[in-house]
């Protein structure tokens, strides 16, 4: 079992820059595949961002790529989103998702487990 609580949302103007962190509870946290996804309003949840237990491989949705930086601290159990040149149609709540899976899938039903969301609102 895993919980997960996000953190580091809020309101920031286009082009700006916030830090998501996803703290998670468990001593197996290194054995996850960690991602990143997110729901803007009227839309389906959408894959953002993934990466390995390692976090030696990366796997990133092309609308974030060369933007979204997420990385991993398992020693924290912790995982980041660094979101920087933010735009508007990032406004979204963002989740954290856990996978127990050795593959880095951005694909949302191979996740086990899921954070309550944290809401990011970039300004025009």
């Known amino acids: 079992q895993v919980q997960l609580v996000e953190s580091g949302g809020g309101l920031v103007q286009a082009g700006g820059s916030l830090r998501l962190s996803c703290a998670a509870s468990g001593r197996t946290f290194s054995r996850y595949v960690m991602g990143w996804f997110r729901q803007a309003p009227g839309k389906e949840r959408e894959f953002v961002a993934a990466i390995s237990w390692s976090g030696g491989v990366t796997y990133y949705a092309d609308s974030v790529k060369g933007r979204f930086t997420i990385s991993r601290d398992n020693a924290k159990n912790t995982v980041y989103l660094q979101m920087n040149s933010l735009k508007p149609e990032d406004t979204a709540v963002y989740y954290c998702?856990?996978?127990?899976?050795?593959?880095?899938?951005?694909?949302?039903?191979?996740?086990?487990?899921w954070g309550q969301g944290t809401q990011v609102t970039v300004s025009s």
């Open positions: 998702a856990a996978a127990n899976s050795i593959v880095v899938t951005g694909a949302r039903e191979q996740y086990d487990y």
